[in-house]
């Protein structure tokens, strides 16, 4: 057998090499010309989407030049002198309701009309507010602009940002980038401003509905989608890429989506219960809508028989949003979820839209039209950009804000020590630590540089309680429930875990509320009673085991249960496990189970938990009980009464609430309503905490306006105000 050459073995692994080198610089070059691709497929997109934006500030120009034509047309045509009662009322109405910064009249969409649907005899409902008007631009001075970044930070990352999220910073985030009708008065609760809204008039329909005819303004656009806030398998049509103008069709959108029944994210099922009793809405041009509201026949106390609306009627169509229908009806390839839409209720009854909204390829981003614009979010923050064609420019006092995503609260706590963020809010455990901190010389380098701590202390407008799942057979008793809040020792929890920072509570309502009932009296801390009315319950130790138990369904089972609650968060860690402790005294084992942010979410959806501890962040007044307390939603997925609380006399009350305007009467009701929850202790209601705000000197404008009569005469809200912030020039 003939062997072959050495030199020829050597040529040949020569050349395999060298085709295994050209091979790879082949890859490697393919792959250099795919992100020269991706990059180029920006940038043409980019380029799109500034083109289109030119476009739209070029229509914008020419329709503002043409405006001012009309006015001044209009203006020669109309003297004073001519002026009939009406028209002068009319004017009147117009000086109330210029509200953008250039003062021009309202503009239909496509070009110029008058505002036919416009009644000058009528009222407007939304009143002007003299603190943005006035007092802000004197605290700002002449020369200020918005400059600088507000730093915060959050305890763990969000799964998604869906319009209807239950995750209240989400909700915070979300209001940060859209418009609402109306808005309150700076400090002062239950009062109703401009906001998307120039106009709102209070109308009676030919059927006898309440109606309010809301009258938005012009030139207020959704900001075009960026291709790179999504991933390499969503490709967005040109259709996403440039500004789409909010309009009434928005609004209705909004509605429809709240109301179709297979939408079923925890937002949209509490959302429901404010504005299910809304009747009809109708759209009447693109820039006009009106919304009808049922009316309720009411006996008055003489027996006259009135026909009236629910009394947060103003107040809910004031809080009406737009959804952004340029995404949400849409594919990504630009195609419609739903083909033929023209049906006026295709997205309040369509099932096969409301399950693609459910999982909507843009539910991780923010469709932007209000103060603040989206900048995308990562693992590690979330941004938001100051938007620059907002009609309100000083709602908006900052360049940019960022959200960190942390993985505890002593992280969130480091980052403010090392002045990364700009406030704070201190928990009660932390007192201790924060007085150390002021001592050190790491702190003392940051008062001279101009970064001092300084403090604002307030009574929060939430409560901490546990909650017992009243579908479970050892919570169906409320002489149950009282026990296991008389076995707790609220006192201490405060004393212990919060350093003396906390109110013991007796019920849903804010301490300080017109609402709350101040004469109903705590539960007593008294484990003895407490064992007492277990055993007149059937709960008992039958077998000598230290376990109370009791014949369920002709079987004896231990008192036994599980509590959930947020594993990262200290303070629960700590009171859980005393109410562990404080159970296994009078015989009940009490299993901890601490879950993270995504599986508390579940549990609460599906109300697939025992008992759950957890906070309420509180409404503004008028409170609304029927959210939390109505049975309507006792058994529905999602729904904030997540507990299953059904009561008949509670029910009663919440309707008559509903439309009882009179203030005298609300809180007659309220108070019952107190007495009922307190009787029925369908929650152990653990304390409502007061809260310590740190925030550098170098942030201005905090204070509580309830302690600035000066500058808001009759507030009545004693929370600082984050909107109003502003750093210092020459700040961080």
């Known amino acids: 057998m003939n062997k072959e050459p050495i030199g020829l073995y050597i040529f040949r692994f020569i050349l395999g090499l060298g085709l295994f080198a050209f091979m790879a610089m082949l890859y490697w070059s393919s792959l250099l010309l795919e992100e020269d691709m991706r990059a180029i497929r920006m940038d043409v997109a980019q380029i799109k989407v500034e083109m289109t934006m030119m476009q739209s500030a070029m229509d914008k120009t020419r329709a503002d030049i043409m405006g001012e034509l009309l006015h001044f047309v209009e203006a020669e045509e109309d003297s004073p002198e001519e002026a009939s009662p009406s028209t002068a009322k009319n004017q009147a109405n117009s000086a109330t309701i210029a ?11 496509g070009g110029l009309t008058a505002r036919p649907h416009l009644d000058a005899t009528l009222p407007n409902l939304l009143g002007q507010d003299p603190f943005y008007a006035v007092v802000l631009p004197k605290l700002l001075g002449k020369n200020f602009k918005p400059h600088g970044t507000f730093h915060q930070a959050l305890v763990a990352k969000p799964d998604n940002l869906h319009p209807f999220t239950n995750w209240g910073e989400v909700s915070t985030w979300l209001d940060l980038c859209n418009v609402s009708v109306s808005r309150s008065q700076f400090g002062i ?38 291709q790179d806030y999504f991933s390499e398998q969503v490709n967005l049509a040109p259709h996403f890429l440039k500004k789409h ?59 006259e028989i009135q026909y009236k609306p629910e009394y947060v009627s103003k107040l809910i169509t004031g809080g009406l949003k737009p959804l952004a229908s340029f995404v949400y009806q849409y594919f990504p390839d630009g195609t419609k979820i739903i083909e033929d839409d023209s049906d006026k209720e295709t997205y309040r009854t369509n099932s096969v839209w409301a399950q693609n909204f459910s999982q909507h390829w843009a539910k991780n981003i923010i469709p932007s039209c209000g103060p603040w614009i989206f900048d995308g979010m990562t693992e590690r923050l979330i941004r938001f950009k100051r938007n620059p064609d907002h009609y309100f420019p000083l709602d908006v006092l900052f360049d940019k804000q960022e959200v960190a995503f942390k993985d505890s609260p002593s992280s969130v706590w ?23 901190f002021t001592q050190s010389s790491q702190y003392k380098d940051q008062v001279a540089n101009g970064a001092a701590i300084k403090r604002i202390d307030y009574v929060a407008r939430r409560y901490t309680f546990i909650g017992w799942n009243e579908a479970k057979p050892y919570f169906t008793s409320k002489n149950v429930r009282r026990a296991l809040t008389m076995a707790i020792d609220r006192a201490r ?67 036994q249960f599980n509590l959930t609650y947020f594993v990262k968060e200290p303070i629960a860690k700590a009171i859980a496990e005393y109410v562990a402790t404080s159970f296994k005294e009078i015989g009940i084992i009490c299993n901890l189970n601490g879950v993270d942010v995504a599986d508390l979410t579940v549990a609460f959806n599906n109300k697939s938990f025992d008992a759950l501890l957890m906070a309420w962040s509180l409404g503004t007044p008028p409170e609304d009980v029927k959210q939390l307390w109505y049975s309507a939603g006792d058994k529905e997925k999602g729904s904030s009464n997540v507990i299953g609380f059904a009561n008949a006399k509670a029910d009663a009350l919440i309707d008559l609430l509903q439309y009882e305007a009179d203030p005298k ?45 000066d500058l808001v005469p009759g507030a009545n809200v004693a929370e600082p ?12």
Request: glycine residues 6%; aromatic residues 14%; hydrophobic residues 35%.
């Open 665 to 709: 009467k609300r809180i007659a009701l309220y108070h019952q309503f107190d007495a009922i929850i307190h009787d029925e202790a369908p929650y152990t209601f653990l304390y409502t905490p007061k809260s310590v705000m740190l925030y550098r000197e170098y942030v201005q404008n905090v204070f509580l306006p309830i302690d600035r009569q």
């Open 414 to 436: 480091q980052e403010f020590k090392l002045n990364q963020l700009e406030t704070y809010t201190l928990r009660p455990d932390q007192l201790p630590e924060y007085a150390t």
């Open 245 to 303: 103008q909010v309009t009434a069709s928005d609004f209705k959108f909004y509605f429809d989506a709240v109301m179709n029944p297979s939408v079923q994210e925890e937002g949209a099922v509490a959302m429901r219960n404010f504005i299910g009793d809304i009747q009809e809405f109708e759209v009447i041009d693109p820039l006009t809508f009106v919304v009808r509201w049922k009316m309720e026949k009411v006996t008055q106390p003489d027996g």
């Open 99 to 109: 509200t953008t910064p250039q003062n021009k009249p309202p503009l239909a969409l």
């Open 189 to 226: 609760y239950e009062t109703f401003c401009p906001n998307m809204a120039i106009k709102v008039e209070s109308r009676q329909s030919k059927a006898g509905l309440q109606e309010y005819w809301v009258h938005l303004r012009d030139g207020v656009y959704w900001q075009p989608l960026r």
């Open 493 to 559: 929890i405060i004393r212990q875990n919060l350093n003396g920072m906390g109110i013991e509570i007796t019920g849903p309502f804010y301490p300080y509320s017109t609402s709350h009932d101040p004469s109903i009296e705590p539960w007593p801390y008294d484990p003895r009673k407490a064992r007492a009315l277990l055993a007149e319950e059937g709960w008992y130790d039958s077998n000598g085991d230290g376990i109370i138990d009791k014949e369920i369904d002709g079987k004896r089972v231990p008192f």
């Open 721 to 732: 105000d984050s909107s109003i912030y502003w750093i210092k020039q020459g700040g961080f």
